[in-house]
Structures are given as structure tokens and as C-alpha cells.
């Protein structure tokens, strides 16, 4: 199945119903289907041609979802960009994907602007919600108003319709390319399990360009659910959304619920409405799973575990196991179990499967599993090798096929629902000139899970404040990567005997006393 | 994924907990997962490679689902034979398919024995559940038992793992090839709708060897729901297997469920863990209806349309719509929506596709549309051309999508949940000496929906009664495929002008004063 089939199908059985809320923009099924239609078809008047990239880059609207659905819909592949990149790392993803086309939000058309000399092959620059569009740009809004509908391009659902970049233990982002049947594959399984139709109504509160907003980007357009979208996640916005559209159903990040439950003003909203609530990155913190309880009694709590590579669903734990008594209680620290269509085993180093009990790669098998990465056909090779999904991420199957993670293959933190790669911070610290060695660890940060933490050697007579490192860093990597905190030794970081650093060792001090939330 | 990845994951997630009850015989997933890997190995000892065909003709048991299991397991494919078939079916089924391996029940046996010298490719017959197994024959459970499990035989999930047989409009079943990627997504879309998972108990009520059943075959096994099994269809047993086993769920024919809810003892029965029934086959007459609601109060209804080309759902229609009152009211008799996964739409005979109201054929498209029939490339091109499953089927979509059959393009009639194509009956009853003319029609019944009705024209001086006709029909095929009644003419029967008799002028005058079921 393709995109462009869910959406004629929602639009068909909801043609009436309100498809988007977005400030004060509402549109039907078919009226969105209408708008998809259209932009797809401008797109490929300026040229798109199936296959190539268009990519995006703005805060959460309306406009961004017709984006998501339309490049595929005119056989393209729509490339989402983190709005919190530094400029270098913007340039990065569009260059490695060779976007022809480029949907700019108003809040990025200066960025945008300075970097157009070196992105050669940009050809159209297309302003989103922009109410002056720069010399030379097209306005989105134009573009939709003066096309004609296109019926949707011919192509097999094995044909990638999206590239969600992640971070890379080479230290550069990766695209993740992903098939139509990916994306609808992990939406369906996932909605075996959470069971949202046409009844419900979606909140895009987490970035779009996240794969757990993608998620609901897909799954809603699957389920022919409402979606309301709120431009960017602040837990006043969340809340008074969810209150004044009657929100049923979300995907967010552990952080955000912590922010939710705990607003002020969270016992003053309505939010009866609001019955079902996905999270995934890691667990949630038995405390906030409290407040949650107490805040959202009428809640299904849902805690889903994957990654961009599994379109992302892997595994799901569900309600009756957010519990604290009974015969279900206890599993509040595992990530579930495999999903329905989603096979999960963990494998030694040797690519044989591992007992129940034993820690090894967590690898996993399903449709939803990628094409591979973009234009990285040996990592591609090498990650899927066996027609496994290689993780990265080490964990064990209890007796019930409960997966618990315990530790993460590519030295990766976790901060606010954000993957940061140790290897990323720790190019960009490397290239501050006073530096000669450098380790970027997680250590434990209340709000964010984890918190970048850099711990470094400086050159023989050099010099450099933890605030020199922290500013020179955010001209190179994206502020949540940067690190929060800086310590300066004077004795070399412990290594292995190959010259690795040993992450353990610098983390142990940080964590000796926390019960650590390791996926 | 394949139907052994489900196997894998169920016995993963429920290892300890039941896989299937029958009769006094309960097995574990991980016993289940075994014993369909020592069945499979079995078959390959015996010589089953990837692509052949084994068939099975037996009441409804623990081992028929083993073997549905274990035949793609072991790279083979399963086929499913009609227990109510005359013997010449029976041998076209399995002539047609080429099974090399039959699995028989101990009350086929008798059969079996008098085709075997017609089955030149049958290489291996197996009884099951027989207490001693003629000469030559080998037993089901010996098998099992002294086999060494094998991992399952790698393969892709475009490969075929089943074949259900169907009945032709040429008067021939033929044979509907279904891959492990369709019969998965149809159970899987099925889900995303009906919502069973670990914690249900599916009924095997009705026969296995049905798609209706096929549908409860692999959704259980994907939701890895405890699988209940009764030998054949009674109402007491099936109310009796309700209370017993806290069966949640099951998928029935309209037939089945006016003998349940009308049953005398079923008020008797605690059927409280019963939360959802879907039936299939066509829509509920509302007196039914209404009696399900009052004795099954809090059982979620939901109607399935589909074929078994289709895996076999294509619409469902949801317990919101199972109401008599309230603006969800007035849909009980559409077939209801496309699945999420399944795209549905009405063409024109010319396969354009018509508007919203108008009736054509009902085509669609989706993962779970079969790779085509067995054996039969023309017809198989010409049912999915332009990639969409002609179904054969006549209806109109309603503004929200709701899906109404006015007709059958196949000239098809449905008795107690079975497909009797015309073709069939006619083939038969032209077989009989004394029989000029004769055209097969569904008439009412209140128990079966509708009842074969047979008008035949005999040859100039020729006699036979109808009491005749109908023995003659029953040495040739199935009993609910034969007349019920038989009407003799004197006056040749209305035809077009191309020949073909006037169905609808035969049937008007049984039809005119009906609140007819047509789908």
C-alpha cells in the first residue's frame, strides 16, 4: 500500500470531517486531499521527478503534513529536517540527500538564504507561511492555490517516500530511507496495538521531523484520524490544545509528559478527551508515570521502543503494564515486547541468536524495517545483514519476550528524547584548537533523561573555559547536542589498550547512585 | 513477514500460556511452535519441498492448525479441502493442486481410499486422529513425535502458503493462491480493527477449512490470542466451548449466529467473556440483530466483507454501526468500510472509476490481495488487471464511504455463509439425462439466507422428479451446493438474446416481497 492509497481511502471514508486543525486553519479530508494533490502537482511542474528529493525544514503547521503526504504523492521523497541543527549540519542533510527542492518555514528562510551558495543542488527555494517570500522563492500558498489536482504517480509501495536522518557513530548524520510500505507497515502494527480509527484526534506536538511525530504522521493518515497540530511543543500549547479540540491521541517523548503532568495549570484543562498516550526514546520515570496516572486517569499509557530504522516501531508496552500492583506490575522498566508483524530476537556478536536472559544486539525483522541508508550501501549491507535489522542497541528477552535494553552499541545519549551521538559532539570538540582530547558521556539530568556532559584534555599550554568550548561547539552542532556541562583534566582520558576511551569509567561517577534509564 | 515470524513471535511473547484447547488437549505456544516444527520436518523427511502442495480434508482440530502452520513452515503450501464435498470435487481439488501430501481425518478415510488410484500425485497419505491408520498410511502423531524440529525453511513473504479453493463461474472451484505477506495482511488489518490481542481466546467455530475461519487462523496466531477449537459447528457446542473456555471471540457466518443467540440453552451458558463476534458472508438480518444484542449485550459486532481473493477482508463494518438508533443508524445494511490497508473503489465495466452512488463492480486493492489462482495466468491477469481485485461483486459507495452490494457479477448464491456459484449447480444438473434446460437461483430461507433453487426444462418424453434430480446432484458435488427444490417447466426458460437465462426474472416473483440479503 502507498501513501497516496491511505490518503483516497480516509478522504473517502471522511470526506466531510475535519482532517487538520492547525491555529485557526481547518481543513476536510477532502479538502486536504485536494491541497496534497495540488502541491503535488507543482511540484513536479518545477521539475520533480520520481525519485527525487524535496525537503523541509520548519516548525510543526498544516503545511508541513500536506509536504509530508505530497511528495510521495507526486513520487518524490520528502526529507525532513531537524529544526535544531546548526547551520553546518543543515547543509550536511541537504547536500547528502541532494534535495532538488527546498520548503522553507518563515523562521529559516535566513538560514536558508545564507546557505544557498553552497547548496548547488537546490534548484527551487519555496517559503512556508512566509508573508514576504525572498527575491527569487516561491510561496507555498501560491504554489497550492494556482495548481491543478494530480491523480497520484504510479510506483510500487517498495519505493522510499521518506528520509529521516539520524545521528551517526561516524559522527555524520545518516539517512534513513524509507519505503511506503515501511511507514504504513510500522503505522498499522502499531495501531494493532493502540487502536486509534477514525473516531480520534492525533496532536503533532513532538517536531514533525522526528520519526515519533512521524509516527502519528502516518498512522493517523492510516487510521483517517483528526489531527491538530500545535507549532511547537510548549505544555501550555499541548494542554490548551488538547482541551479546546477534544485531542485524543499523541506521541511524545517521556520529557514531554514530565512537562505535561506537572504544568500548573494541567488540573484546569478538560482533558477527559484524551485517552490514549504513546511515548518512546526510553522509559518513563516511575514519578512522572505517577503524575501521569493521577493527572490522565482516563489514559492508556503506551511505551513504544525503536528507532528511524524501524519506521520506528519495534516493540510496545502496553497499559496493563503500567502498573505498580498486580501480577502485571514490574515491567515498567522493559520496552515491551514485539510488536504484532515485528519479529525481535537478540543476537551475539557472532550473528547467532542468544538465549533468553542473555545480553547481546537487539535485531529485529518486518516490514516496517528500512531500505537502508541513502547512498551508504556497505553500512546499508552491514546493518541488515541476515535480513536482520542490526540495532546498535545491546539488550536482553526476559521469559516473556519482555525486551529490557541495557546499553547502547553506538555510544549514544539520550537527552529530552533526542539521540545525540557521542561521536558527534566529540568531532565538534575536537575541532576547537585547544583541545586534544575529548569524551562526550550522558549523565543523569532530571528533565532530559540525560544530559551531554564533555569531559576533555587540553593542548600542552593551551587554554579554554567550559563556556569558550560550550559557544565554539554551537557554531558547529545543534544546541540540544552541545554539551550542558564541560570538565577540564589535566590527566589523559582512560583508554582501552585499542585507544578507546572507556565511557564507563567516566560514567560511573554520575550514575553510581541513580537508578539509570538506560533506553 | 511470514507466518512462521508470527509463530516465532507468539511463542516468544506466551511461551507458558495456551496455544490451542481441543477437545481434552491443551498445548503451550512453545509446545505448539514445536510441534509445528517436528510436523514440518516430517514433511520434508517425506520429501515435501519448497512450492508443493499438502492438502487436508478433516473436521476442525488442534492438528488441522498445526498443519496450517507447519506446511509453511517447511516452504510448502497448505490446501484446505471443503468437508462437505461430493468425491469428483474433491478429486479435482486435489488433481488441480497437485498435492503430493494428504492429510485426511479419520471420517475422510473411507474416501480418501476410493480416490487413491485416481491421485497419481499424491505421494504420502497421513491419517489424523484415526485410531489405526490403513495399510500404507502414516499417522499424524507418530510423525510429530519422532520428528527433530527444524528451524523454519528460509524464504521470502511474497511466497505462497496457501491455496484456498473457491467456486469458479465456469463451474470449476479454482484454486485462490494466497501469500504469507497476504493472508498476514489481511489478519493484521483485521486487527487494526477488531482488536484481539494476547489476551483473547479465538473460537474455532466455524470451519477451518473456510476463509471466514482462515481469517481467525492467522489474526489469532498474529495476535498470539489463545485458540479454542470445536470439530464442527453446533450451537450447544459452541455455547458449551464459550463457558468453559472464557472464549472472547470468533468469526461466524449470519447463519451460525441466528442458531446461537436463538439457541434455547443459550441463556443457560455464561457468556460474559464473549466481547466480540464477526461474521462475514452478508449482512445480519436485523432480527437477528437485535436477538444478539439482547443475549450477547456486551459483544462488539462487527460485519467482514470480502472473498477469498481478498485474504478475505475488504470492508468492515463496526460495532458503532451495529445500533438502531442515533445518527450512526441506518448503515446495518452496507458491508461497511475499506480496512485500514485495503483501498476500495466501484469501476465502470470500461475500469473507469465511477462516482460516489453509482453501482459498477467493486474492485481493490492492498496488501492482502492474492498473488492469483492457481494455475490459471489468464484468469488470474484478467481479475487483477490494472492492479486492482475485480471482485466480481456489484455495489456503490455512499458519500461516507460505506460499501453496498447490490449484486453478484459471478452469479453466486450464499447458503449458510457458503459461496454455491450457479455455474456449479448447473453443470450438475445438466449432467442428468433427462435435463434440457437449467438454471441454479438463491430463493429465501430464513436459516440459510438463501437456498439453492434449481428450474430445469426436461427433454421432449423424458421424465425425472425432483426428488431424483437432487440425488443425481449429490453424487456429483457438495450437499449444500444442491437444489433444496426443484421447479419442472413445460415452457423453455426465459433467455437474452445471447442466450443466457433471465436470472432475475426467475428469481423475482420468491424475491418481491423480501427485505433481500444481497451480499
Known amino acids: 500500500m502507498r501513501i497516496g492509497s491511505a490518503l483516497r481511502r480516509a478522504a473517502a471514508i471522511s470526506p466531510t470531517r475535519t482532517a487538520t486543525t492547525f491555529t485557526d486553519r481547518t481543513h476536510t479530508w477532502e479538502k486536504l486531499a485536494d491541497r496534497v494533490a495540488r502541491l503535488a502537482s507543482a511540484l513536479r511542474t518545477l521539475g520533480v521527478e520520481r525519485g527525487d528529493r524535496v525537503a523541509i525544514l520548519a516548525y510543526n503547521s498544516d503545511s508541513y503534513l500536506e509536504a509530508m503526504y505530497a511528495a510521495p504523492w507526486a513520487g518524490a521523497i520528502i526529507v525532513p529536517i531537524n529544526t535544531r541543527l546548526a547551520q553546518p549540519e543543515v547543509l550536511h542533510w541537504l547536500s547528502d540527500s541532494g534535495a532538488r527542492t527546498w520548503l522553507v518555514g518563515g523562521e529559516f528562510i535566513s538560514m536558508a538564504m545564507s546557505l544557498r551558495d553552497k547548496l548547488l543542488n537546490v534548484r527551487d527555494y519555496v517559503a512556508v507561511d512566509a508573508l514576504v517570500p525572498p527575491q527569487g522563492w516561491l510561496a507555498y500558498e501560491e504554489l497550492v492555490r494556482d ?22 557513530t561516524t559522527g555524520q548524520s545518516k539517512g534513513v530511507t524509507l519505503s511506503h510500505r515501511n511507514l504504513l507497515a510500522s503505522a498499522l502494527q502499531t495501531l494493532a496495538h493502540v487502536h486509534w480509527d477514525h473516531n480520534d484526534n492525533y496532536l503533532h506536538a513532538a517536531p514533525m521531523f522526528h520519526m515519533a511525530d512521524g509516527l502519528g504522521t502516518y498512522a493517523a493518515l492510516l487510521a483517517a484520524a483528526q489531527q491538530t497540530i ?8 499541548v494542554l490548551d490544545a488538547i482541551a479546546e479540540h477534544h485531542v485524543t491521541c499523541t506521541v511524545a517523548v517521556p520529557t514531554m509528559i514530565d512537562l505535561l503532568v506537572h504544568d500548573p495549570t494541567a488540573p484546569e484543562h478538560d482533558l477527559s478527551s484524551f485517552t490514549s498516550l504513546v511515548y518512546g526514546g526510553s522509559p518513563i520515570p516511575e514519578a512522572v508515570m505517577e ?4 493527572v ?8 513504544l521502543y525503536g528507532q528511524s530504522e524501524a519506521s520506528p516501531t519495534l516493540t510496545v508496552l502496553g497499559p496493563e503494564h503500567h502498573v505498580f500492583e498486580g501480577s502485571a506490575a514490574g515491567r515498567t522498566r522493559s520496552a515491551g515486547r514485539a510488536t504484532m508483524g515485528c519479529e525481535v530476537q537478540i543476537m551475539g556478536s557472532d550473528d547467532t541468536v542468544l538465549p533468553t536472559g ?16 541513502w547512498n551508504q550501501p556497505e553500512t546499508t549491507t552491514q546493518t541488515l545483514r541476515g535480513g536482520w535489522l542490526h540495532t546498535g542497541d545491546m539488550g536482553y528477552l526476559d521469559e516473556d519476550g519482555f525486551l529490557f535494553v541495557v546499553d547502547r552499541a553506538k555510544d549514544m545519549i539520550v537527552t529530552g528524547g533526542e539521540n545525540v551521538y557521542s561521536a558527534e559532539v566529540e568531532n565538534a570538540l575536537m575541532a576547537h584548537p585547544a583541545i586534544a582530547q575529548a569524551a562526550a558521556i550522558g549523565i543523569p539530568a532530571s528533565q532530559w533523561g540525560e544530559q ?38 589535566s590527566e589523559p582520558l582512560p583508554q582501552t589498550g585499542a585507544g ?20
Open 358 to 373: 542473555q545480553v547481546g544486539e537487539i535485531v529485529a525483522r518486518g516490514d516496517n524495517v528500512m531500505l537502508g541508508y
Open 500 to 519: 578507546k576511551y572507556l565511557k564507563g569509567v567516566l560514567r560511573e561517577p554520575y550514575w553510581r547512585d541513580v537508578d539509570r534509564n538506560v533506553n
Open 147 to 168: 495548481a491543478q489536482p494530480i491523480p497520484e504517480i504510479d510506483g510500487t509501495d517498495n519505493e522510499p517516500a521518506a528520509i529521516f536522518y539520524t545521528g551517526g
Open 296 to 303: 490522565l486517569p482516563q489514559t492508556r499509557l503506551f511505551q
Open 291 to 294: 503524575q501521569a496516572l493521577k
Open 230 to 237: 500545535v507549532s511547537r511543543f510548549t505544555a501550555p500549547a
Open 452 to 489: 551531554v556532559h564533555a569531559v576533555v584534555v587540553l593542548h600542552q599550554g593551551a587554554s579554554a573555559s567550559p563556556a569558550d568550548i560550550i559557544a565554539h561547539c554551537r557554531t558547529l552542532i545543534a544546541r540540544y547536542k552541545c554539551p550542558k556541562s564541560v570538565e577540564i583534566r
